[in-house]
């Protein structure tokens, strides 16, 4: 079992729509979550961070976090072509030092 | 805030040479990490420093790979031999510190390519 998946993807999604990502862990003491976009050539850019159960809102991201099914999710609302990249999932460990591993990423494609 | 700052961009050698990397952390960042992205995959962890000393190198192939921070500050990958399947972009990341919330700031990463 991978530490962190993702849904394979790739996604496409029409512009305006919803696009809906996921991502599940294996390690339960994992503490933090985040989402990272990364568009084609460029470096990972911080989007989203939750660390407790239920829904964070950010404009027109929100992302989901349900640990007692290791499940963390990101919601793009009114998808814009400009979010076409990367999605990348990376949980921090609960250990002292605390490692963040990512899972494979998620192309997502918005269509005009 | 400068960001975090690697050399070269671009590297591409033949294998069985060796290549080496160079990353300077934003300043006051005690944690810096490497990491390795093989196109179409996430990054995967190589070393993680917390000022000068390693915390994890688990996934480091010590039989090619060796890093080093000296002085808690910039940081050194090198790879002798290269093999094919090192072509990759390395990435370097820093943060203030090394749990919790506390968030990776990425340097642009360093693309080998090993013919």
């Known amino acids: 079992q991978k530490e962190v998946e993702q849904n394979s993807g790739p996604l496409s999604v029409p512009e305006g729509a919803i696009a809906s990502l996921n991502c599940t862990y294996s390690?339960?003491?994992?503490?933090?979550f985040f989402w990272y976009r990364q568009y084609s050539g460029k470096s990972p850019e911080l989007i989203m961070s939750?660390?407790?159960?239920g829904d964070k809102e950010d404009g027109r991201f929100t992302a989901q976090l349900n640990k007692a099914s290791q499940y963390v999710s990101l919601l793009i609302r009114d998808s814009q072509p400009s979010d076409s990249a990367t999605y990348l999932c990376?949980?921090?460990?609960?250990?002292?030092?605390?490692?963040?591993?990512f899972g494979q990423g998620t192309i997502l494609t918005v269509h005009p | 805030e400068a960001g975090v700052a690697q050399s070269p961009r671009y590297k591409i050698i033949e294998k069985r040479q060796s290549v080496a990397f160079w990353c300077n952390p934003i300043?006051?960042?005690?944690?810096l990490y490497w990491y390795q992205q093989i196109l179409g995959q996430g990054p995967k962890l190589l070393i993680q420093?917390?000022?000068?000393?390693?915390?994890?190198d688990s996934q480091l192939p010590k039989d090619r790979f060796s890093a080093e921070r000296l002085k808690g500050v910039d940081s050194t990958l090198k790879i002798q031999p290269a093999k094919l399947e090192d072509s990759a972009v390395y990435l370097c990341?820093?943060?203030?510190?090394?749990?919790?919330?506390?968030?990776?700031?990425f340097g642009a990463g360093s693309r080998l390519t090993v013919l």
């Open positions: 990376a949980v921090r460990s609960g250990t002292s030092y605390g490692k963040l591993t």
């Open positions: 939750i660390y407790s159960n």
């Open positions: 300043s006051g960042h005690a944690t």
């Open positions: 990341a820093s943060s203030l510190v090394q749990s919790g919330a506390n968030v990776l700031t």
């Open positions: 390690d339960r003491g994992s503490q933090s």
């Open positions: 420093f917390q000022n000068n000393g390693v915390v994890d």
